[in-house]
């Protein structure tokens, strides 16, 4: 799931830090306020990957989630890994939080800065050893060459779908690679007074049509099960509540992609996306207010929808500069 948060401006210039300062290894970051910031540069003592990895343990806690990024491939454009780092310890708001946000994070930061994503759950998944562990699992699953040259169209396609370029010349009715049909405009159109609640939309992989998967009248406790498993899926959702004396309808926007679903699939899907997103907007008159990832719709609950739209207030704490090499 991608949630509704998104880098802070901090963050931005932390990781410029970055990749222009050879002193640092890399940078810890965290979510808070709705926004990820940086908390902590990571030191480089040494031009060995492996050996800066030493004092890397030391800085993650126990029952904290945290993400880290990494110059792991000295001189690569994309020689960074960043990686999700969710102990089991951590209480579940934040196993949720933090795994729904990392695609935010290598996408704001620049997804082709980045060679690896790593999911770790221990620390010793973070020492040379556990780096080890990873590549020897990589080399012995090493996709094929063609497979990679698709995965690397699916790369472009949804960094392309973060940044909102197929949005400028999408218009569903106005030479769009992706066009609706009339059934699902429809559904889309009505959505702010019918009674349905959730409108589906589905891909036609053979004509790149979007279609009404479904429309229907949906629970929040239930939208999970209304959601299909087996197929990559656009949803809208009117969200229809009372928070403090209020009475609240806000739409969001959920793509959810099965994590076994074909690399074609989550091509043209990632390529659909902010397309999709563009005529819900400007077409139907639609004003999305939230939009979340997964790749599970068991991951969309009630307890979610509610926290992205009424965040809990969090204190914000200072990011620490790295000391210099060889000091203490």
């Known amino acids: ?120 759950t221990t620390k010793d998944d973070l020492t040379a050893e556990g780096f080890q562990s990873h590549d020897k699992h990589e080399s012995l699953n090493a996709p094929l060459t063609e497979e990679e040259k698709t995965l690397e169209d699916v790369k472009q396609a949804e960094a392309e779908a973060s940044r909102g370029t197929s949005a400028r010349s999408s218009h569903v009715n106005h030479g769009m690679n992706f066009p609706m049909s009339e059934e699902a405009a429809t559904a889309l159109t009505n959505l702010k007074e019918s009674e349905e609640n959730l409108v589906q939309l589905r891909i036609d992989l053979p004509t790149e049509q979007i279609e009404l998967a479904k429309s229907s009248m949906c629970d929040a406790d239930d939208i999970s099960q209304a959601i299909s498993e087996d197929e990559p899926r656009f949803s809208f959702y009117r969200y229809t509540h009372e928070f403090e004396a209020q009475h609240l309808s806000p739409i969001f926007f959920v793509y959810t992609c099965p994590s076994g679903a074909k690399i074609k699939e989550r091509m043209v899907y990632a390529s659909a996306r902010a397309s999709v997103i563009a005529y819900a907007s400007y077409e139907a008159g639609l004003e999305v207010q939230k939009k979340l990832e997964a790749s599970s719709p068991s991951e969309i609950t009630e307890a979610i929808l509610h926290e992205e739209f009424h965040p809990k207030k969090a204190e914000k704490t200072g990011f620490s500069k790295p000391k210099r090499p060889g000091r203490r």
């Open 1 to 120: 799931m991608q949630s509704g948060i998104s880098v802070s401006n901090e963050l931005h210039q932390a990781f410029n830090e970055l990749v222009s300062s050879p002193d640092q290894r890399g940078l810890l970051a965290g979510i808070e306020k709705e926004q990820l910031v940086a908390l902590e540069a990571i030191p480089s003592h040494s031009a060995e990957f492996s050996s800066d990895l030493k004092g890397l343990t030391s800085l993650l806690k126990d029952n904290e989630a945290a993400y880290v990024i990494l110059r792991r491939y000295e001189e690569a454009t994309d020689g960074y890994v960043a990686i999700t780092y969710v102990p089991d310890t951590a209480n579940v708001r934040q196993k949720m939080l933090f795994a729904s946000s990392r695609l935010t994070l290598v996408r704001e930061l620049g997804i082709e800065r980045f060679r690896e994503t790593l999911f770790a």
